[in-house]
């Protein structure tokens, strides 16, 4: 059997209360509310909760859409090479080059 309704006044202030703290999840407004002697199942104050829906996440395409003109591609690299000394006897060289 169905409990009984929840009155119009106590369906407004927990949309109320859900848009003004937007953290707070039905535990928390049904306690506020006890708080207040105002009876209510933690259930049905869940059900007049306003759901506040995530904005979907960014793709990775999105992301490069939309900040293609601010990227910068850089490509290093290494190639050892092994030289001799200017003077003829002396330690091998690296030489690194990066375009």
């Given amino acids: 059997m169905w409990g ?3 009155p119009k006044d106590v369906g407004d202030l927990i949309r ?3 848009r003004a703290n937007p ?3 039905a535990p928390r407004i049904h306690g506020e509310l006890l708080k207040l002697g105002i009876d209510i199942r933690e259930t049905s104050v869940s059900k ?3 759901r506040h829906r995530k904005p979907p996440a960014q793709t990775w395409r999105t ?3 939309n900040h293609v003109k601010n ?3 850089v490509d290093f690299f290494s190639a050892p090479q092994r030289r001799r000394s200017p003077v003829g ?3 091998t060289q ?3 080059g990066w375009i």
């Fill in 48 to 50: 007049y909760l306003d």
């Fill in 94 to 96: 690296i030489v690194v």
């Fill in 16 to 18: 109320l209360m859900s």
């Fill in 63 to 65: 992301f490069l859409e």
């Fill in 89 to 91: 006897e002396g330690p």
């Fill in 4 to 6: 009984p309704s929840v």
């Fill in 71 to 73: 990227l910068v591609a």
């Fill in 23 to 25: 953290t707070w999840g």
